[in-house]
């Protein structure tokens, strides 16, 4: 009778145990964000463009860290929420900050689905080279629709109306910031609740065990190409966010480089981990912006040789170096 009682009582336990973990979440977010404002009130514009870079990292955990997929292209899908976002206000006039962030969305799914099913053909190296190949298709195509999307020139003309009627989007960039941060912690949590799911689980299967997984009765490739979707739904939300904060949106978004940054900002905070992908973002572009001002001629090279220690002493990346570390401390004093 009491084992009965034990074995009801355990997913109680385990759902307060998430819930905390949850609340905890939301929690450092808000205090890193609260002094984030204190400590750079008026460099708000940067933190903002931190938050829509982060969003772009955790769409890339989501199909690198948690679904083992090799890829080099991800920015195509937060240019594409960009410029949906930014043709949505330049040219439609629609200037309500959460119908172009519903745009982003929508433009990011779209682009993920697409680059899901060319991408997902391959595998391993020709998987990579496929990434590749995507981004400068997508950049490619951005520059000769300069009617749409104002080419080498960027798109220009995009404004935002006031936030609920109420909120402006002033030049100091407060509403742009909290708006950020409200859909970074929306993001989160949805992020969270998706990766402990049942079809979270089976991603991480198919990263380790495809084989298996088809065995089973699942189809990975589906189950990639999802994920894809989901992952490009998110990073549409960073570059939707991006084009409203900046009023402009220029084909840097669509890059090889912001697709090898935002790797390397997942590597630097460690692969398959939400906080992973939100520390490594936060310590390369901070550290990146004061280096560059430090040392405007050699800053390129510290940020190198940070990596470098990085990939050497902790391979798990820095959260999950210290993640790793904490639970073997835990488990040694039980």
């Given amino acids: 009778m009491a084992l009965t009682l034990e074995r009801e009582a355990a997913p109680i ?7 905390g973990q949850d609340l905890i979440a939301v929690a450092v977010v808000i205090v890193v964000a609260a002094a984030g404002y204190l400590l750079f009130p008026d460099n708000l514009a940067l933190l903002t463009r931190l938050i829509a870079i982060a969003l ?3 769409s890339l955990d989501l199909v690198t ?3 083992g997929v090799a890829t080099l ?13 930014g043709i949505a206000s330049a040219h439609y006039g629609i ?10 969305i929508v433009a990011g799914a779209i682009a993920g689905l697409v680059c899901g099913v060319v991408i997902l053909r391959a595998h391993g190296l020709p998987q990579l080279v496929l990434s590749i190949a ?7 195509f951005a520059n000769k629709a300069s009617s749409w999307t104002g080419g080498s020139d960027g798109l220009s003309g995009i404004s935002a109306d ?9 030049l100091y960039g407060h509403t742009a910031y909290f708006f950020g941060v409200a859909l970074l912690l929306i993001a989160l949590m949805l992020l969270r609740i998706l990766v402990r799911s049942p ?5 991480r299967g198919i990263r380790q065990d495809p084989l298996r997984i088809r065995a089973m009765g699942a189809s990975p490739k589906i189950a990639l190409i999802k994920m894809y979707v989901i992952s490009g739904a998110v990073a549409g939300i960073g570059g939707a966010l991006n084009a409203i904060s900046t009023q402009v949106v220029g084909l840097d978004s669509l890059s090889f480089t912001q697709s090898a940054e935002a790797l390397v900002m997942l590597v630097l905070g460690g692969t398959g981990s939400l906080f992973g992908a939100l520390v490594g973002t936060l310590i390369f572009m901070l550290f990146e912006d004061y280096v560059s001002a430090a040392n405007p001629f050699h800053w390129l090279t510290i940020v190198g040789a940070l990596l470098i220690l990085v990939v050497l002493f902790a391979p798990k990346g820095i959260y999950g170096t210290a993640a790793a570390y904490v639970a073997r401390r835990r488990e040694a004093r039980t």
């Fill in 56 to 58: 772009l990292v955790l």
């Fill in 134 to 140: 995507l981004i400068y298709l997508f950049h490619e």
């Fill in 73 to 85: 292209g991800h920015a195509a899908l937060f240019g594409a929420g960009a410029y949906a976002a």
């Fill in 162 to 170: 006031p936030l609920f009627g109420t909120f402006e989007f002033d």
């Fill in 95 to 104: 200037n309500d900050p959460l119908l172009m962030t519903l745009a982003g």
């Fill in 65 to 67: 860290g948690y679904c």
């Fill in 13 to 19: 336990v385990n759902r307060h145990r998430v819930f």
């Fill in 199 to 203: 079809f979270g689980m089976l991603c």
